[in-house]
């Protein structure tokens, strides 16, 4: 009998391999390049460090049969009994897909009999961890979508789900693939499970568990250099690389782990989004346990998600529904740079270390956004900030719907504010979204960001977590404001943010520069023409209600904005005012002075109207009203082209107004 090919013995995935060839002896050799560039990058553990592990998981083990034992007897068992029932400890994610590096942290899985409930977990379990030797920062999160204790275990980070099953008894043996388990258990209960089931499942899934095992590391390293890995931020997650890692091992069964990452990015630059990646065919659901399931032919919603990634573990789930239009396209840009990298490689024309160069993200784009979660201390800041985090994808989500943005680039690290001065004990951190526009034609473009930046705030102070707790309500702020490239300096340490290249001088075509005396007594003659034009436009103004198409962009043809070394092809002016009945265009000095006097002398007015409602936190700044309202004052010989940082109160509402225009 002829001897049948390995790949032909076990195909895996929804369809055949594309190539089954044996690695040849240049995929080796580029192979352990690869390898020795990731331990440069120091992704791989110690020994000490892997036999450090496993000891804080005996320990964690024996501290889960110790009080499941108590917890029995406390419910009636004998002691005999108690002993019997068992309980075991599931580890998943990086640490059980053996991709995990130094200092990670591990997830874990406490799996009880069906007399001990999820209320002995977060009450006895947490106080057993508080007085064990060696345990620290013990945290509860029991109303979380997959409720979890986070604490710290002889310096290991670890999160502990939790989950009953319906059995008397938990066997040693348990295998937790087996989907007869999830009869009669809660939704937080198939939600605890599902991690551990995902992850076995992918890693049976997988023909070559070594090549799986350092292309995946090479990607999730390439990932977080490159900024895009956050679930929570809308990219993707490690168990969403791991899956895609995994479907390239099933086109290429037999590569090695370099080619692997070659045709990683391959197929998923040419993929044909939102076209599903599946591991496996979708279970169907023989036992009648009727949980949801993705499926965009039952629910419409699903019909929505850009770059669906499903679960190989039933219920199968989207792992990336939060993915948003603007972090799909900068995902495929680095999916297309990746490949060119990889070709060239091949090539031997670079190294595996440009892949791994870190993204430039604050010399990408000339207007940012910053978003600042505040707090009164560092235990209440790392509360709040998780908050924030979570809820910046909705910001993204609408500033994405607002037709004069193009892209809205959020940036997945986390910054501490920078000072000039080390006194300050404020805890801050931030986050910066890199903006481009559409401007269509000569003209301008007036931007109304209040509506989305309203709708983020609301989705963070509305939520439960601040409604049911008090020091989120009182100790914390959450504060938005729009930067220009060349303000980043003011917030973040100047390694972090790239000297802004100098535009060359334009010689005219007489071939005389033109006097910077006569370029400025030019703008003046054009001021006085302005004030005289306007002053029937501005007197309307001031009795107006807010006008909408103040807020309209322009419409045309052209799309500028992409270029960020042309730092004079667009000015911009992000005006941020505290005004009920105004909105504010873009006006010369001595417009602006008589309308800040008339602001400032209504706002002064005890008859002066305010919004009513639930009180929020402002969208603040860091400096005074009043060297704002001086320096406005003074300004009487151009145009202001920045006008920014007014704080206002929590009771008026806040117009945020980014002004673009093309020459």
Sequence with gaps: MTQLPPIMKQSLGVTGPISSSEPRPADLKRTAALRECLEE?????????????????????????????????????????????????????????????????????????????????????????????????????????????????????????????????????????????????????????????????????????????????AIKLWAKKRGIYSNSLGYLGGVS??????????LYPNAAASTIVNKFFFVFEKWEWPQPVLLKKMDEDVLGLGLQVWDPRINPADANHLMPIITPAYPQQNSTFNVTKSTRTVMLKEFKRGLDI?????????????????????????????????????????????????????????????????????????????????????????????????????????????????????????????????????????????????????????????PIPKKKKVIPPGGETPSPILHKRQRLREDETSVAESKPRLKRLRSSSIDDSVCSPMIGSLATGRNSDEENSQSSTLTEVSTDSHSIKRLNSVEMQSLLSNELSNSDSPNSSKDSGIEQPSIQSTESLQPMEQSLLDSTSSDLTNISNIKVNNSVKKQIVIKLSHS
Excluded at 133 to 145: I, L, P, T
Excluded at 241 to 250: F, G, I
Excluded at 438 to 445: A, F, K, M, Q, T
């Design 41 to 217: 990058h120091g992704v791989f553990d110690t020994k000490e460090g892997r036999d450090h592990r496993l000891l804080v998981l005996g320990r964690l083990n024996e501290l889960m049969k110790k009080w499941i034992i108590q917890v029995s007897i406390e419910k009636g068992k004998s002691k005999e009994e108690a002993r019997e029932v068992g309980g075991k400890i599931f580890t998943f994610g990086s640490y059980r897909l053996g991709v995990h590096g130094k200092g990670a942290d591990i997830d874990t899985l406490l799996v009880a009999p069906r007399h001990i409930d999820r209320a002995d977990f977060f009450t006895s379990f947490k106080t057993l961890l508080e007085t064990t030797s060696g345990v620290s920062n013990v945290r509860a999160v029991s109303d979380a979508f997959v409720p979890v204790i986070k604490f710290e275990f002889d310096g290991i980070e670890m999160d502990l789900l939790f989950s009953r099953l319906a059995l008397p008894i938990i066997p040693s043996n348990l295998n937790l693939l087996d989907i007869s388990l999830l009869k009669n258990l809660d939704a937080k209960c198939v939600r605890s499970l599902n991690g551990c089931r995902v992850t076995d499942a992918i890693l049976s899934l997988v023909p070559n568990q070594e090549s799986f095992r350092l292309a995946l590391r």
């Design 241 to 250: 690389w791991a899956m895609l890692v995994a479907r390239t091992c099933q």
């Design 342 to 498: 990889c070709t060239d490689i091949a090539l031997g024309r670079k190294t595996w270390s440009e892949l791994f160069d870190p993204v430039q993200f604050f010399s990408l784009y000339r207007h940012y956004i910053v978003i600042s979660a505040t707090a009164d201390n560092q235990d209440l800041l790392l509360k709040w900030s998780g908050l924030v985090e979570s809820k910046i994808r909705i910001l993204i989500s609408k500033l994405e719907d607002n037709e004069g943005i193009e892209l809205a680039h959020v940036n997945p690290t986390s910054y501490p504010r920078s000072t000039s001065d080390n006194e300050s004990t404020e805890c801050q951190l931030m986050w910066f979204i890199g903006l481009i526009f559409y401007i269509r034609g000569p003209g301008s473009l007036s931007l109304t960001l209040t509506y989305e930046i309203q709708i983020f705030i609301n989705s963070v102070i509305l939520s439960p977590a601040v409604t049911n707790s008090p020091d989120l309500q009182s100790g914390t702020a959450v504060n938005v404001k729009h930067l220009r490239r060349r303000d980043l300096s003011e917030y973040l340490p100047p390694d972090l943010v790239p």
